[in-house]
C-alpha cells in the first residue's frame, strides 16, 4: 500500500528557506503513472497547490509561488523535495505531498501533513 | 481569493439530499475535469470524486459529481453525521502555463 510522509523542520526563520522532503514507500516515484506533488493549507484556510514533479525531471509550479519554489526528486531515495525561498509568516501552513495519476489527473494519495511556522 | 467559488457552508439533517457547488471559468472547469476532496477535521483531504463524476473505490455511491459549462456540483444524498467536513472542488486551469485551482472550500454541518 502506497504510503507518503513528509518531513522537515517545523519552524522556519523568516527570509529564509523552507526545506521539506516527502518519503514514499509501497510504490516508486519513477513511476510514469504519476505526478507528485505539493499542496499546502494556511491555518483556517483552504487548499492551495504548490508545484508537481514527474519522473521525467520535469516539475510545474504555481504562478503566484514560481519565482521561489524548487521542486526535485531523488530516484535513488524514492524522495521528492520542496524548497521554499524568502518565507514570510503568510507561509505557514500545514504542507502535504500527494500522488497525482497521469490518466485521471486527481491527487489520489496524500501525505498526513506537516506544520511550518515561520516566526522569528 | 480562490480561483474556483464554493459556498463557504452547507447544512442537512441526517438521511437528507445536499448539494455543493463549484463556480469556475472556461480556463479550469469550462475545459478541464473537476475533482472533489473531503477533508476530514484534523486529517488530510481525501479524494472523493474525479473526471466530474467517478468514484475512487471504497467511496460510498451516496456521493455524487456533474459538471456543466463552467461549474461543478458534488451531491451527498442520505446525509450521515460522519459527512461532516469541508468539502473542496479542484480542477487544472490552461492559464499561465497551466496549474492547479481549488475552490476555497465548503464547510459541510449535519444538523
Do not use: M
Amino acid at each position: 500500500q502506497l504510503q507518503l510522509q513528509e518531513s522537515g523542520p517545523g519552524l522556519v526563520k523568516p527570509s529564509e528557506t523552507l526545506s521539506l522532503t516527502c518519503t514514499v514507500s509501497g510504490g516508486s516515484i519513477s513511476s510514469s503513472s504519476y505526478y507528485w506533488g505539493w499542496i499546502r493549507q494556511p491555518p483556517g484556510k483552504g487548499l492551495e497547490w504548490i508545484g508537481s514533479f514527474y519522473y521525467s525531471g520535469s516539475t510545474y509550479s504555481n504562478p503566484s509561488l514560481r519565482s521561489r519554489v524548487t521542486i526535485s526528486g531523488d530516484t535513488s531515495k524514492n524522495q521528492f523535495s520542496l524548497k521554499l525561498s524568502s518565507v514570510t509568516a503568510a507561509d505557514t501552513a500545514v504542507y502535504y505531498c500527494a500522488r497525482r495519476t497521469v490518466t485521471e489527473g486527481a491527487f489520489d494519495i496524500w501525505g498526513q501533513g506537516t506544520t511550518v511556522i515561520v516566526s522569528s | 481569493q480562490s480561483v474556483l467559488t464554493q459556498p463557504p457552508s452547507a447544512s442537512g439533517t441526517p438521511g437528507q439530499r445536499v448539494t455543493i457547488s463549484c463556480s469556475g471559468s472556461s480556463s479550469n472547469i469550462g475545459s478541464n475535469t473537476v475533482n472533489w476532496y473531503q477533508q476530514l477535521p484534523g486529517t488530510a483531504p481525501k479524494l472523493l470524486i474525479y473526471s466530474n463524476n467517478q468514484r475512487p473505490s471504497g467511496v460510498p455511491d451516496r456521493f455524487s459529481g456533474s459538471k456543466s459549462g463552467t461549474s461543478a456540483s458534488l451531491a451527498i444524498s442520505g446525509l450521515q453525521s460522519d459527512d461532516e467536513a469541508d468539502y473542496y472542488c479542484a480542477a487544472w486551469d490552461d492559464s499561465l502555463n497551466g496549474f492547479w485551482v481549488f475552490g476555497g472550500g465548503t464547510k459541510l454541518t449535519v444538523l
